[in-house]
């Protein structure tokens, strides 16, 4: 028993709370009339691990896929191993790993930034499927590596989009979202090798604090049916030395809302999405 960090591409990673891995091989019914299944055999590999990070080295490096193109490969031709190392006990090491569920941002003065993440582990690259540890293998525990508290970035953000929206603060912070979509790539005889990238986009929720009503109608633009949405940066500034500035690149305003009651502020939530507009274009940066 006892909690552990995650090592993987040069980073170090302190969790919230549990590290879970799942080994899920895929396997195949092999059927006779007389028996029904004699056999199951093994037709895939893959290892997934999830966890909520709480502390890490670089931010950059748990969202890689802001200018990654439609069909790259994520995982590439060197492999990524991701790193499970407890302080006491054996961990694992997974031997080509990857992101396959990027976190959620919530930037806020009080709440934790980042959400649930996963990394999938396949086969690496130029090994044989006949060893478990072309997949997986035991690594030595040891000692928790030291905590930075200047990493957790809690603090005062305040956003911006674009002419429409002037620097504005947050009912209860800015929470971002990605949907990633992945498609397998498989060999026979070898299981999924790859994963392609098949879709992309970050979306912020935001109740903004200083927008006024006219607001709520002016970010939609003059715009007629079957016209283009306007399409600004979303720029989330944190309010002193440390912490990040996260722009969302070219955002639609998918939505905005208004409400009036005895205990509520006049603007309601708004929700801004990215669009890619060119190939090799950032759908985000982190600075």
């Not at 009339?33 to 502390?55: H, L, N």
């Amino acid at each position: 028993m006892g909690p552990g960090l995650v090592i993987w591409d040069g980073a170090t990673i302190h969790v919230e709370d549990e590290i879970k891995m799942k080994i899920a091989p895929k396997l195949f019914d092999v059927v006779t009339a007389g028996f029904g299944v004699v056999d199951r055999r093994r037709e895939d590999m893959q290892i997934e691990v999830s966890f909520t990070p709480k502390m890490w080295d670089s931010l950059t490096k748990l969202f890689p896929y802001a200018a990654t193109a439609i069909g790259a490969s994520i995982y590439g031709a060197t492999d990524k191993p991701l790193v499970i190392k407890p302080l006491s006990g054996s961990g694992w090491t997974i031997s080509n790993a990857a992101i396959t569920k990027l976190p959620n941002i919530l930037l806020s003065g009080t709440k934790a930034m980042l959400g649930e993440m996963t990394l999938t582990g396949l086969l690496a690259n130029s090994a044989g499927t006949g060893t478990m540890s072309s997949y997986i293998a035991t690594a030595a525990g040891g000692e928790l590596a030291g905590f930075d508290l200047t990493k957790i970035l809690n603090g005062l953000y305040t956003g911006a989009w674009g002419a429409g929206l002037t620097t504005f603060h947050s009912e209860s912070g800015f929470e971002i979202s990605f949907d990633l979509s992945l498609e397998d790539v498989k060999v026979d005889g070898l299981g999924t090798v790859d994963k392609m990238l098949t879709a992309l986009a970050a979306t912020c929720k935001v109740t903004p604090v200083g927008p006024s009503a006219g607001d709520v109608i002016s970010i939609h633009g003059e715009k007629a049916i079957g016209e283009g949405a306007p399409k600004n940066d979303l720029v989330i500034t944190g309010g002193r030395a440390g912490l990040p500035v996260v722009t969302l690149k070219n955002c639609t305003a998918q939505m905005s809302s208004g409400r009036t009651g005895q205990k509520v502020k006049r603007i309601g939530e708004m929700e801004f999405k990215t669009v890619r507009t060119a190939l090799g274009t950032a759908l985000w940066t982190i600075a």
